[in-house]
């Protein structure tokens, strides 16, 4: 039996610590006060105490009577049960109270005095116990509205349950907005939820891109907690263009160009579009076919607006002038071959023959500049002095006609 006593005596000491620990943990917990005024709307008490509200924590019902001491001013008698409020009010000119002592009996018994000096070895807050009593709201003349005591004010944010998680969606085929809908959070708190407001409710309508939906909750001590998400709205369409001009056919001028005009491409999206184009209305173009090129751009997709500008010219118009003679020796006179015109043909084949026939040189797209011949033959040698024969053949696909024409020139040395 003394063994068992003494292995339980070891057991309670330790387990009578971690009791005494949870009622400390329990006790600051429930001491923790809902009721208390925002910190930017109240202070310390100064000036003297003008108002005061109490909650009888007693068990009732019984005869509560405050009273000013000094004065022997009743402020207040009533018959109160467990949890019952009342409140007492000064009477001077500036609100304070006539004396320093406020007493409170319950049932004709002495329960309490305080002073209402904001002094006297006792600091009233929302929250202080006075006796049987606790303070649940209090001013001061100049102090205004009194705040709790450090340390037993509501801190803890509020709690937003269920919170969305982002949204994607995409927009009905030619419609630039999108109502979107969810499940809305709820929110608790270990107080009292002051309010509870979004930026958007369900349903809402969206344009197209991102949008953060924000629920934002608030206690009555000011704290706050938040809830985001985003609705994603997209537009899959691409940007819609109209008006892209079909392939333009136009004769070279005497310069051997043309300028052309047209009426611009146009697109619409959901979002701005940012048009690139390879030319304008009003370009110059070359003797040939050219293709415009339109890129509409919106939220990151693209659409094309394509067309050719074809410059024509036929021999009729400028006929070729073929150089009867050349004479490569170097003297920068008649060294090379010359054809007028034949730049306005970029479509082009050449061949000129020997007397027997034999392919002394051949080009495509020949144009007196960087594509000519000198005289010389496909090993690169310069061919003795004689007659020589040629074939020229020109075409252009945009007028679908082709032209040759053939003859002679002569190679002197």
Not at 249 to 262: L, P
């Amino acid at each position: 039996m003394i063994n068992a006593n003494i292995n339980w005596y070891k057991k309670a000491k330790l387990i009578l610590p971690l009791i005494g620990l949870l009622v400390l943990v329990s006790v600051k917990a429930y001491s923790q006060v809902c009721s208390c005024p925002p910190i930017t709307a109240c202070g310390a008490c100064s000036g003297g105490l003008t108002s005061l509200t109490l909650r009888y924590n007693g068990t009732g019902p019984k005869t509560i009577e405050a009273k000013d001491k000094e004065k022997n001013e009743v402020l207040f008698s009533g018959i109160l049960n467990s949890g019952g409020i009342f409140s007492i009010q000064g009477s001077q000119s500036n609100g304070n109270f006539k004396g320093n002592n406020i007493e409170i009996k319950i049932n004709g018994v002495k329960d309490v005095k305080f002073k209402s000096n904001c002094g006297g070895g006792t600091s009233i807050f929302v929250g202080t116990v006075l006796g049987s009593f606790t303070v649940t709201a209090g001013t001061s003349a100049n102090g205004g509205a009194l705040c709790c005591e450090a340390g037993i004010g509501d801190t803890e944010k509020p709690v937003i349950e269920n919170c969305p998680t982002n949204i994607m969606v995409q927009v009905n085929p030619g419609d630039c907005l999108k109502a979107v809908s969810w499940q809305a959070p709820t929110s608790k708190d270990n107080c009292e939820i002051s309010s509870f407001t979004s930026n958007f409710s369900p349903g809402a309508v969206f344009p197209i891109g991102v949008t953060q939906v924000k629920y934002t909750a608030k206690d009555n001590a000011g704290n706050q907690a938040e809830c985001k998400f985003n609705v994603t709205v997209v537009d899959p369409a691409l940007p819609e263009g109209a008006g892209c001009p079909d392939d333009i056919i136009q004769k070279a001028d005497d310069n051997g160009t043309a300028t052309v005009s047209w009426i611009e491409p146009q697109a619409t999206a959901c979002k701005d579009v940012t048009v690139t184009k390879s030319h304008t209305p009003g370009s110059i173009f070359l003797i040939g076919t050219t293709q415009v090129t339109y890129i509409f751009t919106s939220d990151g997709k693209t659409s094309t607006c394509e067309f050719g500008v074809t410059v024509t010219s036929t021999p009729k118009d400028f006929p070729l002038e073929i150089s009867k003679a050349i004479t490569p020796d170097g003297d920068g006179i008649n060294d090379v071959w010359i054809l007028k015109n034949i730049e306005r043909y970029p479509d082009n084949s050449i061949i000129i023959v020997d007397r027997w026939g034999g392919t002394i040189y051949t080009a495509t797209g020949y144009n007196n500049g960087n594509i000519f011949w000198d005289g010389r033959n496909q090993k690169g040698d310069v061919v003795p002095t004689g007659t020589y024969f040629y074939s020229i053949t020109i075409r252009d696909e945009g007028l679908g006609y082709t032209a040759q024409q053939k003859g002679f020139v002569e190679v002197v040395q």
